[in-house]
């Protein structure tokens, strides 16, 4: 019997890489609750487990070493939250998911195969999507601004305060040591055009400043904000759908990303994304 997304929890990772179920690990605030869509099961009626960690000769080791920014485009959005999840997964340890509410049916994801451990899966719900970057201030906020003569920590403190709960519960936890924590965002032309404080620039100097890097992906039209990005990845798909022809294109790189800059290669040519997307079983 196929189990629902949401019953799938994680406890720590053993020492063959794999995970285990974790009943404890099912209890899930109101925020974080399942994405909907497809099971994401295989033809035997298991879901896949996440593949390890590439080691420093198979992926980007340092790419979130410091806080930075990476923007993934495609056409579709059929494989950006995999090129996403598998930049991720082989850069840092933990990184927070977070999927921008979509009445529409999503295509199969990480987050519904059981891939993103519960407490670092989160949904933004459509009101806080929509909501106003102008809205009310705190009582006292604009007299302390006034007084403060660090203007650059108050414009940060009032940044923090206008993201939704969800955004700010997540940089209050401290990034992993050694290196920033990461925020992934695999629908973010959700927010295009109609979220005020998903304004790509002063979205990543906030999240820098609190120690994380921000990851985007976004299908269709690429957003008017991603010259702000560090990193800038487009994906051309093949005619014939198949992942192993799509290939990767680096318009704008700061080391170290899969590519150099005005590069590109197969998906199926760069080891770590190629065992994600295989072991994801999307077929050829």
């Given at each position: 019997?196929?189990?629902?997304?949401?019953?799938?929890?994680?406890?720590?990772?053993?020492?063959?890489?794999e995970h285990r179920p974790d009943?404890?690990?099912?209890?899930?605030?109101?925020?974080?609750?399942?994405?909907?869509?497809?099971?994401?099961?295989?033809?035997?009626?298991?879901?896949?487990?996440?593949?390890?960690?590439?080691?420093?000769?198979?992926?980007?080791?340092?790419?979130?070493?410091?806080?930075?920014?990476?923007?993934?485009?495609?056409?579709?959005?059929?494989?950006?939250?995999?090129?996403?999840?598998?930049?991720?997964?082989?850069?840092?340890?933990?990184?927070?998911?977070?999927?921008?509410?979509?009445?529409?049916?999503?295509?199969?994801?990480?987050?519904?195969?059981?891939?993103?451990?519960?407490?670092?899966?989160?949904?933004?719900?459509?009101?806080?999507?929509?909501?106003?970057?102008?809205?009310?201030?705190?009582?006292?906020?604009?007299?302390?601004?006034?007084?403060?003569?660090?203007?650059?920590?108050?414009?940060?403190?009032?940044?923090?305060?206008?993201?939704?709960?969800?955004?700010?519960?997540?940089?209050?936890?401290?990034?992993?040591?050694?290196?920033?924590?990461?925020?992934?965002?695999?629908?973010?032309?959700?927010?295009?055009?109609?979220?005020?404080?998903?304004?790509?620039?002063?979205?990543?100097?906030?999240?820098?400043?609190?120690?994380?890097?921000?990851?985007?992906g976004c299908s269709g039209a690429?957003?008017?904000?991603?010259?702000?990005?560090?990193?800038?990845?487009?994906?051309?798909?093949?005619?014939?759908?198949?992942?192993?022809?799509?290939?990767?294109?680096?318009?704008?790189?700061?080391?170290?990303?899969?590519?150099?800059?005005?590069?590109?290669?197969?998906?199926?040519?760069?080891?770590?994304?190629?065992?994600?997307?295989?072991?994801?079983?999307?077929?050829?």
């Amino acid at each position: 019997m196929q189990q629902p997304a949401d019953a799938v929890a994680f406890s720590a990772e053993t020492p063959d890489g794999e995970h285990r179920p974790d009943p404890a690990a099912r209890r899930l605030d109101r925020l974080r609750r399942p994405i909907a869509g497809r099971s994401g099961t295989t033809a035997a009626g298991s879901r896949p487990r996440p593949p390890r960690p590439p080691t420093a000769k198979g992926g980007p080791e340092g790419l979130f070493v410091r806080p930075t920014s990476l923007f993934l485009s495609a056409p579709s959005p059929t494989l950006i939250p995999w090129v996403l999840y598998g930049l991720a997964h082989a850069g840092s340890p933990r990184f927070h998911w977070v999927q921008l509410e979509d009445p529409a049916p999503a295509p199969v994801s990480p987050a519904e195969m059981g891939w993103i451990p519960p407490d670092c899966r989160w949904t933004l719900p459509e009101a806080d999507l929509r909501g106003s970057s102008t809205a009310a201030e705190p009582r006292g906020l604009a007299s302390l601004l006034q007084r403060d003569d660090d203007g650059e920590a108050a414009a940060r403190l009032l940044g923090f305060l206008r993201l939704p709960d969800i955004a700010q519960r997540i940089l209050s936890e401290p990034p992993p040591a050694g290196r920033s924590g990461v925020l992934v965002v695999p629908n973010a032309e959700r927010a295009d055009g109609v979220c005020p404080w998903f304004a790509a620039a002063p979205l990543i100097e906030l999240l820098a400043g609190s120690g994380y890097s921000l990851v985007v992906g976004c299908s269709g039209a690429p957003s008017s904000g991603r010259a702000a990005f560090a990193t800038i990845l487009r994906l051309e798909e093949s005619s014939a759908g198949h992942w192993q022809d799509a290939r990767l294109i680096c318009e704008k790189g700061a080391a170290p990303v899969p590519l150099r800059s005005g590069t590109s290669a197969r998906l199926v040519e760069i080891p770590y994304l190629a065992t994600v997307l295989r072991r994801a079983d999307l077929g050829r």
